[in-house]
Structures are given as C-alpha cells and as structure tokens.
C-alpha cells in the first residue's frame, strides 16, 4: 500500500453535474496530483497541488478544479460534467515538486458519467 | 514535447517464461527521469523503477530487471519466469525537471497476461 486514500471509490453522476473527489496524501508529502486515466489509455496530468498552492496544470479546461488544505489533502472539483470525464481519477503524493521524486498514486476513484 | 511509446499493446506468455515490455521515449532535453509502475485490475498504480537520464546501469530487483539504452531512446523491463500475479497493465512514463513537464507523461501501456 502507498498510504495515497481516495474516496469514493466508485460513483455514477449525470452530465451537466458536479462532482468532488477527494483525497489523502502518503504521510509526509506536501506535494499532490491529480491524474485522469480513461479506459484503455495512460493516466493524464491535469493538475498539482504544493503547500497549497497550485504549481501546475495539464490540458484540461477550468472547470477542473482544486484544493489542497493545511494537511495537504485536496480534493478534485469538476463542473458541468459531460460524458467524455468518464474515467479512474487517480490522486498522487510525493514528497515534494522536484523533478525526479518518486510519486505515489492511490487506488483512484471510477467515475462513471451517463 | 517529449512523448513515449509502448507498441507492444497486449502480451500473452505461459507462466515461467520470460517477457519483454518495450518503450521508447523522446525528449529533447539531456536530463530526464524515466519510471515503470504497474496497474492491478484494482486501478493503483504501483512505482516499480525510477531512472535518471544520467545513470545507465541496467538494475536487476528480483525477477525483475531494466535496460536503458539512450543511443537508442529506450528502457525496457524484463521479468523473468514469469507468474500468474505479475498479470497487470504496465506503464512507461517519463518527466522533465521543470514547468509542468515535472509531471509524468505516460505510455499508453501493455496488458501482460500470464497464463497457468
């Protein structure tokens, strides 16, 4: 085990809906991302998350958001969801946002969007 | 941009045998980190290797063992005879030590099967 939680783990949504993922970092990591892994395909940055702030951004559109609190867990926010987010959301820590640190991914949250 | 590459899509051996799993990458920058975890059906993926662009030692863990070659852009793994739990999707990734390339860019992966 990583020590990477995420809840849910599974949940089934509308299009046009929102939706808030969440996760808890491996102990001692300040640092968290957000990975969107659609079926069949390799995980896809969207965002990271250190001390707080957010320290980078993949190709996603601005109603996928973030947070990250004083413990460095942090949640995914997505608005106004279509079909095409159906996909394993996967949530990564690592020890800090040097390059080159070993991350650490949970066991991700199944979003199905009908 | 950098980009990698794994073309072998789906593999299947019998148990005890050995297995290749291939990947290419490319980048243009002279330093980089290369990894390889792997995905159970549960979805986690878990961090197997990481590799700096300077430290071409092939290393051996186990069963498991990687080859790095940057003449020719690739960091292969090979697991040795093979078993029935080492069924997995496995993934290449690569990242660049700035901006938002720090982040991992992934290959599309290869689905190992090992059969009984």
């Known amino acids: 085990e990583t020590g990477v939680t995420q809840s849910p783990t599974h949940l089934i949504k509308t299009r046009g809906q929102q939706v808030t993922l969440r996760c808890s970092s491996q102990?001692?990591?300040?640092?968290v991302s957000w990975y969107q892994q659609a079926l069949g395909q390799g995980p896809q940055f969207i965002f990271q998350?250190?001390?707080?702030?957010?320290?980078g951004r993949g190709n996603f559109p601005p109603r996928f958001s973030g947070l990250q609190f004083p413990n460095y867990s942090s949640e995914l926010n997505v608005n106004a969801l279509e079909l095409d987010d159906s996909a394993l959301y996967l949530c990564a820590s690592s020890l800090d946002s040097g390059p080159g640190n070993t991350i650490y991914f949970g066991e991700g949250s199944w979003l199905t969007v009908v | 941009a950098q980009k990698v590459t794994q073309a072998q899509t789906e593999i299947s051996v019998v148990e005890k045998e050995d297995v290749t799993l291939d990947c290419v990458y490319e980048?243009?920058?002279?330093?980089?980190?290369l990894f390889w975890y792997k995905q159970p059906p549960s979805g986690e993926l878990v961090f197997l290797i990481r590799r700096n662009s300077f430290d071409e030692q092939n290393e051996i863990s186990g069963r498991y063992s990687w080859n790095f070659q940057k003449s020719t852009s690739s960091f292969n793994f090979t697991i040795t005879a093979s078993q029935v739990v080492d069924s997995a999707v496995y993934f290449c990734?690569?990242?660049?030590?700035?901006?938002?390339?720090?982040?991992?860019?992934f290959g599309s992966g290869t689905q190992l099967t090992v059969l009984p």
């Open positions: 980048t243009r920058d002279t330093t980089y980190y």
């Open positions: 990734a690569l990242s660049l030590p700035y901006g938002s390339a720090r982040q991992l860019t």
């Open positions: 102990s001692g990591h300040n640092t």
């Open positions: 998350y250190y001390r707080e702030e957010e320290n």
